[in-house]
């Protein structure tokens, strides 16, 4: 029976390269969320930009209307521009978990290789001494049929 000397290494690799899976897809979540919490800022900015636009349309102008109105763009301005900052890091964060799966991947195959390579010398092996003891079978058997006598 084959036995991988390095399958607890080889374990530990697997779990290692699961994990780094799982943090690369808890990044990607991350990254998911603040992209839709961008989306909504910019559908909100829009709407106080056209809400803008109605207050000074002429004969309605109300100037601490408009002024609230600047303030919230101004705020919804500043929120997007952290937010960006924040998708920027995040961004960078996922690239740095995608390079750390790609490592652990590698590094799980280069094991899983290794025991395919000798499991393939095992087994060869294997077969090479079944085949030697057939023959010292064969070749016992047939010096007995001679020395029998007839």
Known sequence: M????????????????DQRRAELAKALRAEELLRAE???LE????EAAEHSRRLKSPGTANVDS????????????AQRRQLKQ???????ETE????????????????EKLRQRQAAVWKRETERQEVKQFDELASVGFSRRQEAPA
């Open 38 to 40: 961008e989306r909504a």
């Open 86 to 92: 924040q998708i920027v890091q995040v961004e960078a």
């Open 66 to 77: 408009l002024l609230e109105m600047h303030r919230y763009e101004v705020v919804l301005a």
């Open 96 to 111: 740095r978990r995608r390079q750390a799966l790609v490592e652990a991947d590698r590094q799980l195959r280069v094991l």
């Open 2 to 17: 084959f036995r991988f000397r390095l399958e607890t290494l080889l374990r530990l690799r697997l779990a290692e390269r």
């Open 43 to 46: 559908g909100q900015q829009i």
